[in-house]
Nanobody, 121 residues
Framework: EVQLVESGGGMVQPGGSLRLSCSGS????????MLWVRQAPGKGPEWVSG????????FYADSVKGRFFISRDNAKNTMYLEMNGLKPEDTARYYC??????????????WGRGTQVTVSS
């Protein structure tokens, strides 16, 4: 059974930092591009970042470029999202996903259950 499990979310003040993790199991982690997708209440899913199978090539949405940093450790079947300079508009549920492209959001069948990030003073 394919499983993607996110962790590391929480509540943080504006300007703060969080590190999200995504642990994959039930599939060959290193064979998939991996992505982070977020969804705020009342809004559709938004692609945030993606990374190639080897971790050499990261991609970022303009809204997070320079603040968020994606990485992966295939030996640990884990992907990370370092989030710095958080803003209230970053508040959302963050999902990790596996895909055939680091910039194309797959169907929800390939998403985890998500972790909540709330940025508020």
């Amino acid at each position: 059974e394919v499983q993607l499990v996110e962790s590391g979310g929480g509540m943080v003040q504006p300007g703060g930092s969080l590190r999200l993790s995504c642990s994959g199991s039930g599939f060959v982690f290193g064979r998939y591009d991996m992505l982070w997708v977020r969804q705020a209440p009342g809004k559709g899913p938004e692609w945030v970042s993606g990374i190639s199978t080897t971790g050499d090539i990261p991609f970022y949405a303009d809204s997070v470029k320079g603040r968020f940093f994606i990485s992966r450790d295939n030996a640990k079947n884990t992907m990370y999202l370092e989030m710095n300079g958080l803003k209230p508009e970053d508040t959302a549920r963050y999902y990790c996903a596996r895909g055939s492209s680091p910039t194309t959001v797959p169907t929800r069948d390939d998403w985890g259950r998500g972790t909540q990030v709330t940025v508020s003073s």
